[in-house]
């Protein structure tokens, strides 16, 4: 089953002095259960992408479609973007709250999210009380909260130093694998995108077109801290950063 | 939980302690030696006291004044056209922003006029004020909430335009409503910023209720500060000046407080 699709998609934004192409019959999609990373060169139109997805922006033309009842994703955030006002707790019910769905079973699975990824203890916390893995980890359990079809992961781990990076990057993806999520990564991270997805889309630069879709094979293994260790990683990280430096040219 | 703190910790928290203390015994040292120099002075008819009363006049004139109730009475007055003002004027101006946030289109057309009445001295606008609210406490209320209401809505529409766009974008992806934006995001996240608005507006009241009182009133501390100027009562105005100070103080100490107990998680 296919969660997102994009078919031919176009998008042009217009300002006072010129016309900019963001993308050009853009096609890609992501099927259930898969992790797909988006890569490209920076400026390349994900953000574009990404409001497209949450149905921010409409595209010029072609077809964006998202099987997900209300059109309701997972949104994860560069910076956490905890709200410093509620403990973590309340936090992690806002997105129940705003699709007023706070009823006793979804409340009910949102605490069992906390219990079983050891944020229990952190509830009346509030979030500058936490280190920042926590807190990433707590965003990433506020978008489960919803429970939604499709989680989208913008750049989640850039805001972090490197061995925070590895801890926060093996956690999210044993927290996505371990509750059977959709997810669609964006990074302009080559090693980050080999370590977690299954599939690599390649951007071109603007206007943003498919250049490469690429399998990594990685699923035997667990994390994708193993990932990184495997025989093939180096290879391919050396195969798309190729490609990605054409790209840019 | 029981602490145990080094030696040298210790001996830390006694240093901080000592320069906390010797800040605040100079602070009352400023006064006072400024107090004891002007009396000095006035005693030793340096400077003439009618012109700059003295702080023996200063505390015989408030012992009278708080005796036969005068003083209570007109600081009474003053403090409730000031609080009246206050309340009206940031809830005005709130709303107002909250409006202009709401819909471009208004904020956009509204701001330039924004502008205009902010630089505008609001005391020109008294004689409009007298014929339009008349002579009674309406006007002098009118004023303060005049002054303030301009800067609180600024404020806080500056406060609201700068609200995080990676929190507000969240909240979109998950298809909240122009409603709940505010309610969730936008308003809480401004708690800082409406701490901040009432500060300023505890001066920004009493500069409006003095200056009402200067124009129309029959009482209240700038009633007397304006009678006492105009039969030469020197120790009166400085008695009044005194009490404004202690009265504006305490208002601004009041708002602080409510500052420490909301605004915590708020950062």
């Not at chain 1, 400026?43 to 964006?64: A, D």
């Not at chain 1, 560069?78 to 409340?107: A, C, M, P, V, Y």
């Not at chain 2, 330039?112 to 009445?117: R, S």
Request: proline share 3%; with cysteine.
């Amino acid at each position: 089953m296919t969660v997102l699709q994009f078919e031919n998609v176009s998008k042009i934004f217009y300002t006072k002095t010129q016309q900019t192409t963001a993308l050009q019959n853009l096609s890609f999609c992501v099927n259930k259960g898969e992790f797909v990373a988006l890569v490209g060169p920076s400026g390349c139109g994900k953000t574009t992408i990404l409001s497209l997805v949450c149905q921010l922006i409409q595209p010029t033309s072609g077809k964006v479609t998202l099987a997900s009842p209300n059109g309701a994703v997972g949104y994860m955030l560069q910076k956490d973007g905890l709200f410093e006002w509620r403990t973590i707790e309340k936090n992690i019910r806002l997105g129940l709250e705003i699709q007023h769905k706070l009823t006793k079973e979804n409340l009910d699975f949102a605490s069992s999210l906390l219990r079983k990824y050891g944020l229990e203890e952190f509830k009346r916390h509030y979030p500058q009380q936490l280190s920042g893995g926590m807190r990433q980890r707590t965003a990433l359990i506020r978008t489960l909260a919803t429970n939604p079809e499709l989680l989208l992961l913008d750049e989640p781990f850039s805001a972090l130093d490197f061995q925070t990076r590895l801890e926060v990057c093996d956690d999210v993806y044993s927290i996505i694998k371990r509750e059977n999520k959709t997810a669609l990564l964006v990074t302009h991270d080559i090693s980050e995108a080999i370590s977690m997805a299954d599939r690599i889309v390649v951007l071109t630069k603007r206007p943003a077109r498919v250049l490469l879709q690429h399998e990594t094979h990685l699923q035997k293994y667990k994390t994708p801290l193993e990932r990184r260790e495997s025989p093939t990683f180096a290879k391919q990280f050396e195969l798309l950063h190729r490609v990605l430096e054409e790209a840019k040219s | 939980m029981k602490k145990t703190f080094s030696l040298e910790h210790k001996a830390f928290l006694k240093k901080q302690k000592m320069h906390t203390l010797f800040v605040h015994l100079s602070q009352v040292g400023v006064l006072a030696l400024l107090l004891a120099l002007w009396e000095l002075l006035a005693h030793f008819e340096i400077i003439d006291s009618f012109i700059t009363s003295s702080p023996s006049k200063i505390a015989k004139t408030l012992v009278e004044l708080v005796g036969d109730g005068t003083l209570l009475y007109h600081a009474w007055v003053s403090t409730l056209e000031t609080l009246a003002g206050f309340a009206i004027g940031t809830a005005l101006g709130y709303a107002i922003a909250v409006v202009l946030w709401w819909n471009g289109f208004l904020k956009q057309v509204f701001e330039p006029y924004l502008i205009v009445l902010n630089s505008l001295p609001k005391i020109a606008l008294g004689p409009l004020i007298i014929i339009w609210a008349g002579t009674g406490k309406m006007a002098i209320i009118t004023m303060a909430v005049l002054i303030s209401v301009v800067i609180t809505t600024i404020s806080m529409l500056n406060g609201f335009c700068e609200t995080s766009a990676e929190k507000i974008l969240l909240l979109r992806s998950l298809k909240a409503s122009r409603r709940q934006i505010f309610a969730k995001v936008v308003a809480p996240s401004n708690v800082p910023t409406l701490m901040a608005t009432l500060k300023i507006n505890v001066g920004m009241a009493w500069i409006g209720s003095i200056m009402g009182e200067y124009l129309v009133s029959k009482e209240g501390l700038g009633y007397l500060l304006v009678y006492g100027s105009q039969v030469f009562r020197l120790d009166l105005v400085m008695t009044c000046t005194i009490v404004l100070c202690v009265l504006a103080g305490v208002m601004y100490a009041v708002v602080a407080l409510l500052e420490k107990i909301v605004a915590k998680n708020y950062t």
